[in-house]
């Protein structure tokens, strides 16, 4: 019988040549006649060891990474197809320490199916979450959901269930779930691979919301830089449909869903939901005005739910395995896992799914095995280019909400970029700024004139050109960005600016005896 | 442009919700750009003023109005990849091209655009010419690729 080998199909995976090296060992198991078959499965995430080739045995699946095209003709010599010794042998997959000090809920499948197979799907829990929505009213749903304790992964942190309460309780002939997929924040990719590595289980999310709340039709707002996402969405979209998991008269319970994809265009606002709205909708993203909440007035002016692709991913899994199970995990009100990603200057970096509660210590050292450039980590980005940058002396607090929060930090979306001691903490406060510039919708002032005036205060500072009172005026113009712009865009920026003013003042030239910064 | 060309995508997208989105990729996925002699066609079939067309145009950094290269680098600029020192790395496209950003090389083969982020982060810095994503890119690299495409 063939052996089975992997070879991950992630888009990352890819952008390390994991195509070539599949190419290449399917050509030269030929050319030794050997009989394999090779099954493009998702990626476990540990993107360090990418291209990570497995192969099927009788002792589980054993890993060899990460494998260039040289490495090729020696794993044959070595007869990896059996499992033998080679310079690269890393073992069973499923022991490796990355792995197996992770709770892999949302994640369980991923790396391990080959993310179009809609057996692989339901041979591994796939569709039972929907099986079981199927029987139950939207009010047990929505109890179910908001039971787990989900908040929205997208980086708001509002709880699902309370959100889909809302849009079940409005009497409407339509009604939407819109799901964010424009994961536009440096350091994540957590969206990315789930849509790349398990796209069913997000339609099996979608669809239970749209039982949840009586809406029949759905959007994915991909963003543009996901080509790859895209292709694997539309592919699943069209095999669920065939399978009647989507469309009409969905397993034959009388009730229909049917699901497109748009193509978002390159706009980081578009991540804000109202602005997200607007783009669907065919408009310039600009944000909206709060009230009215889009899961009263949202898309076309009808009841939409609007989640991020994790909440969303999460639901089978919740439905499957009941509220309780995934509500057990976790501290205090951030219940469940958070899907953690390493970036930036790490020398492991990857998807961790963990409980909430683990500090970021044990984050870029356990697990990402300290700063890739060997030197010292001086600071951490913690959420995407909103979120604060943590210095060291705050690396041991817990990651969850209500501790972050505390700090002026957010989790955020849960990525996590590492700097080592070479970054100039005023240049990236310069560059959260111009971020801004670049990025805002332009709708509210504090956003449109306060990133680039902001850019030009940091100039002055930097420049030592009347410094103390430079400094204050940053201090206050964050202040009215904080509290007078529309959105998160113009209201957070001031968070990573002003974190790496408090934590690395000596980056700004600024003395801190003389000020009380 | 060849207006029976628009007016098929046009046509494709008319009476879909929200249509405007998906018809201008439609359209720059065959054009390569958004020719602006499309916009008085658009503005008649769509129901909305060139002005409007002309703001949802400018409003989105993927859409362009200006023939590109044959190949399209883009450089992700976002923290992720500038913790693994992309600053050098943008410098060294750029002199390598002889063009800043938002510019094309003088045989037509290359255009350049910096990108917020391409997912890529865990193998940073990432760029993505047309629609491949290259990961860890070191100037040797670049050196490999720019022949490879050129």
């Known amino acids: ?517 | 442009m060849n207006e029976i060309n628009i007016q098929a995508h046009i046509d494709k997208f008319k009476d879909t919700p929200g249509g405007l989105l998906p018809l201008m990729h439609s359209i720059q996925d065959d054009f390569g750009y958004i020719p602006e002699e499309s916009y008085p066609l658009i503005s008649q079939s769509m129901n909305l003023s060139v002005a409007e067309i002309h703001g949802f145009v400018s409003f989105y950094h993927h859409f362009r109005t200006k023939k590109t290269g044959k190949n399209i680098i883009q450089v992700c600029r976002a923290e992720s990849c500038q913790a693994m020192n992309v600053r050098h790395l943008e410098q060294y496209i750029k002199n390598k091209l002889g063009i800043d950003y938002h510019e094309m090389t003088d045989d037509q083969k290359f255009s350049l655009e910096p990108v917020y982020c391409l997912g890529n982060c865990a193998c940073s810095p990432s760029i993505m010419i047309n629609d491949e994503v290259y990961g860890r890119v070191t100037e040797e690299k670049v050196d490999q690729l720019i022949k490879d495409y050129k």
């Open chain 1, 1 to 517: 019988m063939a052996v089975k080998i992997f070879v991950p199909i992630d888009s990352t995976s890819l952008s390390l040549g994991a195509d070539d090296v599949a190419d290449l060992i399917a050509a030269t198991a030929k050319k030794r006649n050997i009989d394999i078959t090779i099954i493009r499965n998702g990626s476990r995430g540990m993107f360090w060891l990418e291209p990570l080739v497995e192969v099927e045995t009788d002792d589980g699946r054993l890993a060899y990474g990460p494998i260039e095209i040289n490495d090729v003709d020696s794993l044959f010599d070595c007869e990896f197809y059996l499992g033998g010794q080679h310079a690269k042998y890393l073992g069973q997959t499923e022991e490796l320490a990355w792995l197996k000090k992770q709770e892999r809920l949302t994640f369980a499948r991923t790396g391990i199916t080959d993310p179009l197979s809609i057996g692989d799907y339901i041979a591994h829990d796939g569709f039972n979450g929907l099986l079981k929505s199927l029987k139950m009213t939207n009010q047990q749903i929505v109890d179910e959901v908001k039971e787990s304790g989900l908040r929205g992964r997208g980086g708001a942190a509002f709880p699902t269930g309370i959100k889909w309460q809302t849009v079940l309780d409005v009497d409407s002939d339509q009604k939407y779930i819109v799901c964010n997929a424009d994961e536009g924040d440096s350091g994540t990719y957590s969206d990315r691979m789930a849509m790349e590595n398990d796209p069913f289980m997000l339609i099996e999310g979608m669809v239970i919301a749209g039982l949840a709340v009586n809406a029949d039709h759905g959007y994915i707002y991909l963003r543009s830089e996901y080509p790859h996402a895209l292709v694997t969405l539309n592919k699943a979209i069209k095999i669920a449909e065939e399978n009647n998991y989507l469309g009409k008269n969905i397993l034959n319970s009388g009730k229909n869903f049917t699901l497109e994809v748009r193509r978002a265009a390159g706009a980081y606002i578009c991540g804000e939901e109202t602005s997200l709205l607007e783009s669907l909708e065919g408009k310039r993203g600009l944000v909206r005005y709060k009230p009215p909440l889009p899961a009263i007035k949202g898309l076309f002016g009808k009841p939409t739910v609007v989640n991020n692709v994790i909440s969303l991913a999460t639901i089978p899994i919740i439905m499957s395995k009941g509220a309780k199970y995934y509500a057990d995990f976790g501290v205090g009100r951030s219940k469940g896992t958070l899907p953690i990603q390493l970036a930036g200057n790490l020398k492991n970096t990857g998807l961790i799914e963990k409980a909430f509660g683990i500090t970021l210590r044990e984050l870029l050292y356990d697990f990402g095995g300290g700063s890739a450039s060997g030197k010292k980590i001086k600071a951490v980005q913690v959420g995407g280019p909103l979120g604060a940058f943590i210095a060291e002396e705050h690396f041991d607090i817990e990651l969850d909400y209500e501790a972050y929060s505390k700090l002026n930090a957010v989790v955020g979306h849960g990525g996590i970029v590492a700097f080592d001691e070479t970054v100039n903490m005023a240049e990236m406060a310069r560059y959260s700024f111009e971020f801004c510039a670049i990025e805002s919708c332009g709708k509210c002032t504090p956003c449109r004139i306060g990133s680039t005036r902001g850019m030009e205060v940091i100039d002055k500072i930097t420049a030592n050109d009347e410094q103390a009172k430079n400094v204050q005026l940053l201090e206050n113009l964050c202040d009215t960005m904080v509290n007078g712009s529309l959105c998160a865009m113009g209201g957070m920026t001031p968070f990573p600016v002003m974190s790496a003013l408090k934590y690395f003042p000596k980056d700004f030239g600024v003395d801190t005896n003389a000020s009380d910064t």
